[in-house]
């Protein structure tokens, strides 16, 4: 692997047990692919890899997780190369981390760490700090026995920040005290959303949700969808960048179909391989938009090798979070960077290759959301008393259509949703 170091970035040594009879993995990943995609969690957390090592093993070693002889070598080797941490591909227990940093002589973090010090510094929103902070400390406490003095490790390393730089306390009595304030508080935030989502339900504007692996473009696509809106402006754009888990919290905004009816949009944090239960335990209530989508678009990275796999995982959460029955169509991205055909298709699904950046397909795009949408959709012929014009008014806000009149009121014939035909199915002209 060539990397172009930099002085102020920590080098990092990348470990891989490949073990033959045992495997604490849960995904089907292989080996060589998972060290790929932790190369790309190492620079996405702001280090250099500046080696990489694998070891087989019939099972990992309970004290040193790959052997006190291995340990030695990744000492000499991190001597050689002058590396300043050893990164696991693979979660270990805090005695563990403690046997292997006292032999090694030097940091020692498993993958769990590098990705929940990643969202540590892309968490903007006090909700985003607080989902890591609770992630963070919940899958510390259990190692305390084996960190010991070296729990409170603060500083502005990788492995070693939270949210605020916030040292953490070394007592378990502390730290659980801490979770249920962090708990409370999010509880809190949760409220404040459901208060707000039950006003977006109440309007009745259904609601996409864009899921997917990180770096597959769902911000991109996100913001090609809001441009389509009557009162898009520049400033409704949200951050986008080459990079694992650019954005974390979840961006809801508006655009318009086709046919103008409008439609709310949601972004969501992506997913990775054997990303923390910890932390998809601490974001559920963030992901609970996805629940209470009308649709959800799959956004797969085309281009990227592994892609089967990604799909996998993607699903593995939803099903984790009760959105696995979601209707989905899968949006294949970034197809200008593809040089086969046709890959992988989900059976039985409804798919479309786009380049959100490029604009390719984009149209199609929005076309089969709506058609999604509409099959949700009634068709209804409504006659409106001249004194509910406000009805009428109402439903040319949300569905495109003409009106007639006869002398006693409106006659309209549109699609609606099923909540908006319980609502004025008392007008239907029979």
Request: net charge negative.
């Amino acid at each position: 692997m060539e990397n172009k170091l930099d002085i102020n970035k920590p080098k990092m040594i990348l470990m891989g047990l490949n073990v033959t009879t045992y495997s604490k993995r849960s995904n089907k990943f292989n080996l060589e692919e998972s060290m790929e995609e932790l190369e790309e969690l190492a620079k996405a957390a702001g280090g250099d890899v500046v080696g990489v090592m694998i070891q087989n093993r019939e099972t990992y070693d309970v004290a040193y997780y790959v052997g006190k002889g291995k340990a030695e070598e990744i000492r000499d080797y991190k001597d050689k190369l002058g590396a300043d941490m050893i990164v696991f591909n693979e979660e270990l227990s805090g005695a563990q981390i403690r046997n292997l940093e006292e032999l090694i002589s030097s940091k020692v973090i498993d993958r769990t760490t590098l990705i929940l010090d990643i969202f540590a510094q892309r968490a903007i929103s006090k909700e985003g700090r607080l989902q890591v902070e609770l992630a963070q400390l919940k899958y510390r406490i259990p190692r305390l026995i084996g960190f010991g003095a070296e729990m409170s490790r603060t500083g502005a390393g990788i492995g070693t920040r939270g949210p605020g730089e916030k040292k953490l306390e070394t007592d378990k009595r502390h730290i659980r005290r801490r979770i249920v304030e962090i708990k409370k508080e999010l509880d809190e935030i949760k409220s404040n959303r459901a208060v707000q989502r039950s006003k977006r339900l109440k309007s009745s504007l259904p609601i996409v949700a864009l899921v997917g692996y990180t770096n597959a473009g769902k911000s991109t696509i996100l913001n090609e969808l809001i441009k389509t809106h009557k009162e898009y402006e520049e400033d409704k754009k949200v951050f986008v960048k080459d990079m694992l888990f650019a954005t974390l919290d979840t961006s809801l905004r508006k655009a318009s179909l086709p046919s103008n009816k409008e439609y709310l949009v949601t972004d969501t944090v992506g997913f990775v391989s054997d990303l923390p239960h910890d932390l998809v335990d601490a974001f559920k209530s963030t992901l609970e938009e996805v629940v209470y989508a009308d649709i959800l678009l799959h956004v797969v990275d085309s281009s990227n090798e592994h892609f089967k796999l990604q799909i996998e995982t993607t699903k593995q959460v939803l099903s984790e979070i009760g959105a696995e029955n979601k209707k989905t169509i899968y949006v294949f991205n970034k197809a200008d960077k593809v040089n086969f055909e046709i890959p992988f298709i989900p059976q039985g699904e409804e798919y479309i290759f786009i380049s959100a950046k490029s604009g390719y397909n984009m149209d199609v795009l929005l076309e089969e959301i709506e058609k999604s949408l509409k099959s949700n959709l009634v068709k209804v012929e409504l006659k409106i008393p001249f004194d509910k014009g406000d009805i009428v008014s109402s439903l040319h806000k949300k569905y495109k259509f003409t009106e007639e009149y006869d002398e006693n009121g409106f006659i309209i014939s549109l699609e609606i949703d099923e909540e908006d035909f319980g609502r004025y199915k008392e007008y239907l002209n029979d």
